[in-house]
């Protein structure tokens, strides 16, 4: 999923229209979008459109973190709709996600869903803890489909005025849980999928950021407009150049049974380039 969209899980007059935003995916939230009292209505709306509308794209549930009492109702609510994923928030560490994972596997036993079916994408640097404990993240349930960050609630977890400079880039300590998300997806074997972009107007700045996470590592990217989708794709999906290179540096290897480098264009060659081409023609298959 190069896009993953956000709605408010209260506003369903914008349900149809994330999903014909062209996203990837969209995500009905349930947590920082909408405020407490407005949350049952939502979770209500959420599951009644995830029991009527046609699969155009996969549809996920951000739920309220497992800490709160707000999260076991929120997937009570939701599962009989047969969600293709949640989004745990605020996990604090590797036992959160494996507790969200258990309630997730007994809602799908009783609701009659095949188990591991709901996919789990958490939440795993929103608060200074869980960015110490980013190795616990290494070890996770099967379900678990990818890992994601964020800095908007590490920076008010911290206490800090900003997260970027004033070029628009991440201060260290936020571009350091960026990382360590991206290294605990690495080792646990799953996606890493970059937070969201604040700005919605500048869409060159969208595209370039964008560019820059999927050069860092990240697959794709969560979005809170629509606006932002197109530009996401442009930067998460290979260029003609890439793709033709990734086929030659298979095209080279295969030619060369038995050989663990090679040389192509001035430039050596090895097992990690072709993990790289390997990646880069999945991406653009996905397209």
């Not at 745990?88 to 009783?110: C, F, M, N, Y």
């Not at 789990?120 to 890992?147: C, D, H, M, Q, Y």
């Not at 370039?208 to 794709?233: D, L």
């Not at 540096?249 to 060369?256: I, K």
Request: net charge negative; with cysteine; aromatic share 6%.
């Amino acid at each position: 999923m190069r896009s993953m969209l956000f709605v408010p899980g209260d506003r369903p007059e914008r349900f149809a229209k994330a999903v014909a935003s062209g996203a990837d995916a969209v995500i009905f939230d349930l947590e920082d979008a909408v405020v407490p009292e407005r949350r049952p209505q939502a979770r209500v709306e959420i599951a009644r459109y995830l029991g009527e509308a046609e699969r155009r794209v996969p549809l996920w549930v951000r739920i309220n973190p497992v800490a709160t009492d707000e999260a076991l109702p929120d997937l009570v609510a939701v599962i009989d709709g047969r969600p293709d994923g949640i989004m745990l928030p605020k996990a604090r560490d590797g036992e959160d996600v494996h507790r969200a994972s258990h309630w997730i596997e007994s809602l799908e036993a009783h609701c009659g869903l095949a188990a591991g079916s709901v996919g789990l994408i958490p939440l795993v640097t929103e608060s200074a803890g869980a960015v110490l404990n980013a190795a616990s993240f290494a070890k996770l349930p099967e379900r678990v489909r990818g890992l994601t960050w964020g800095a908007e609630d590490l920076a008010a977890d911290v206490g800090a005025l900003g997260n970027r400079t004033p070029e628009g880039e991440y201060e260290f300590t936020y571009a350091y849980a960026r990382s360590m998300c991206l290294l605990a997806a690495a080792a646990a074997g799953v996606a890493a999928i970059d937070t969201v972009d604040t700005e919605i107007r500048d869409t060159p700045a969208i595209e370039r950021r964008a560019r820059e996470s999927r050069r860092q590592g990240f697959v794709g990217k969560m979005a809170i407009h629509p606006s932002q989708v197109a530009p996401i794709h442009a930067a998460f999906s290979p260029s003609a150049a890439e793709v033709e290179w990734a086929g030659r540096v298979l095209a080279a290897f295969r030619e060369s049974p038995g050989k663990g480098a090679l040389s192509l264009d001035g430039r050596m060659l090895d097992k990690p380039h072709i993990r790289q081409a390997e990646r880069i023609l999945a991406a653009a298959s996905r397209r």
